[in-house]
């Protein structure tokens, strides 16, 4: 195992405020903000705007600081910008980029994580760094491909162990998560750990769990049935591990062709609820039995298959976009019953979701913010603006600002007061 310890010890403590939003889909993963929106302008303020390369990993609001991810001269590259103007305060190449060749383009994926005075990025090629807030220097990281035998292949990879894994193909994307002072990185190495857990300060590995390749859902942490547990939905398995031992709790088998997961799972009420392209939408719950704990589907709907966009769960039902055939259109699925409720038309392929109250702001790929009502009864329709270009990035809600990015920029507006 190799990690790079950074010569300097000092750093500057920030704090996590109430404005932040620190990881992937905001300060609790799960696509809520607590700052309450209204209704929309009809034209949002430009606080600022830079311009910056290719990518899709959305950028994060800590303190004064605004953090993102883009490709500079095939390199990924991590950037800290001043949160009122913009300004670049430091910048860090953390790993090689691929040149992919698809619709998205290419440049990061993989959203970072901030906790404390450090900054934790993955690369598409498995490269993870841990970095210091202040200046960007390197404190430690490891390698998917030379410290845990994952190497990445490239979708041109004619290997045959390249057919067995999507993440290994097309980018390691599933975003790391932090519990305590441990930090859970997907590896996704069939013969070196699924999982791993890492102190979050020095990088030394504490355990290793599974044998599976990784797909591209971003790991979870959460209470279910009184255990303290990471759940991880790999290429072949949805499954369950004890933050302190690593002891896989419960798991169960969840195939499909391409091994393409990408949602989010999605825990609550001790339950744990997925989807992808070939899996309808699926509530697991997680009990006690006489052996340790047990999961078993709570429910299934197979005609809501949800590909991309991660739901939230808002009073009792799931808001998102859901596929059927070859449509893409935005869903209401009671929680409790899995029943669908309402479905709407007019939405493409991807869509950012975040909860604001008893509201919905839904910003599509080609850059449009629409604000909707969290209902049951009805698809109600608030608020529409245009805020950006084509874009595959989750956006950051912070004190009534969005910072978002699309091909070509990153920007603040003001949306809120």
Known sequence: MKYLLCLSAAFTTTSLTAADWSQWRGPNRDGHTSYPIAALPKEPKTLWSIPIGNGQASPLVVGDKVIYLDEQASQEVAHAVDIKTGKELWHTAVGESEPFENAYGTGPRCTPLVDGDRVYTQTCRGEFRCLALADGKVVWKTSFATDWDAPFFGNKSNAPEAKETASRRHGNNGSPVIDGDRIFVAVGSPTKGTLVAFDKKSGKVLWTAGKENTAYSALMVGTLAGVRQVVHLTGDSLMGVD??????LWQTPVKTGAKR?????????NSVTISSS????TKFSV??????????PAWKNDKVKITLATP??????????GTGGNKTEFICVDFKTGELKWSQPGFSDYAAVIATGDKLLVQDMAGTLTLLKASPEKFEELG???????TWSHPAIADGKIYQRDKKQLFALEIGK
């Open 243 to 248: 933050v302190a031992s690593g002891k896989i």
């Open 384 to 390: 529409r603006v245009q805020v950006c270009g084509n």
């Open 312 to 321: 939230v769960l808002v009073n009792g039902h799931l808001y998102g976009l």
């Open 287 to 296: 009990s006690k039995d006489s052996g340790g704990l047990k999961v078993e």
């Open 261 to 269: 997961h990408v949602l989010t799972p999605l825990l609550a009420d």
């Open 278 to 281: 070939s899996i309808g939408l």
